[in-house]
């Protein structure tokens, strides 16, 4: 008899430990984060999304060797002496590489910010924006560009001729320089 006392107290011990409990969470202050609205601040130095600014872009490719998984593909064209529209950088010195093709693949991307340290005009930084979760895959594919097509394909368009124009001086400097071959004397 003393047992079935002992346990109906034991029973109700436990219920009103776990009360205790249930009571003291209800008033205390509440941590849990209303994720749509409320969001907890990321650290300055969190690696999210990765940002190009395409203005400052010199076209050197040290992020496209840099990048240890290959998700950098970076196309430029060199800027002719010619071009009817030239352009400064930010600190006023003249463009050299025109970029014609920027594209970060996302879904490759492993965030190492090696690409950040081996940019030497800081063109590319990460930002805070971590939401990028896509049911397409094509939608991680990011196109950062300063040129139209159009443009771009004008400035492949004058590179080749400038370089065609290159080629023929020089062949024609070569033929300049080269010393007529002796004739041979015609037989009497």
């Known amino acids: 008899m003393l047992t079935y006392f002992k346990n109906i107290w034991i029973g109700f011990y436990s219920a009103l430990v776990g009360m205790k409990i249930t009571w003291k969470h209800i008033f205390a202050k509440k941590v849990t984060i209303q994720y749509p609205d409320e969001r907890f601040p990321l650290p300055s130095n969190a690696r999210n999304r990765l940002q190009l600014m395409p203005a400052r872009c010199t076209g050197c490719t040290l992020c496209v060797a840099a990048c240890p998984v290959n998700c950098i593909t970076l196309e430029t064209v060199r800027v002719v002496p010619d071009d009817p529209h030239q352009e400064l950088y930010e600190n006023g010195t003249p463009r050299k590489m025109?970029?014609?093709?920027?594209?970060?693949?996302?879904?490759?991307?492993?965030?190492?910010?090696?690409?950040?340290?081996?940019?030497?005009?800081?063109?590319?930084?990460?930002?805070?924006?971590?939401?990028?979760?896509?049911?397409?895959?094509?939608?991680?594919?990011?196109?950062?560009?300063?040129?139209?097509?159009?443009?771009?394909?004008?400035?492949?368009?004058?590179?080749?001729?400038?370089?065609?124009?290159?080629?023929?001086?020089?062949?024609?400097?070569?033929?300049?320089?080269?010393?007529?071959?002796?004739?041979?004397?015609?037989?009497v």
């Open 98 to 187: 025109w970029v014609t093709r920027y594209e970060m693949d996302f879904a490759k991307c492993c965030f190492c910010g090696l690409c950040v340290a081996a940019c030497p005009s800081d063109a590319i930084h990460h930002t805070t924006d971590f939401e990028y979760s896509s049911l397409d895959r094509s939608h991680l594919y990011y196109k950062f560009q300063t040129l139209t097509p159009e443009q771009a394909e004008e400035k492949k368009r004058l590179f080749a001729e400038f370089k065609a124009r290159e080629a023929r001086e020089k062949e024609a400097k070569a033929q300049a320089a080269k010393p007529d071959a002796p004739r041979p004397e015609a037989e």
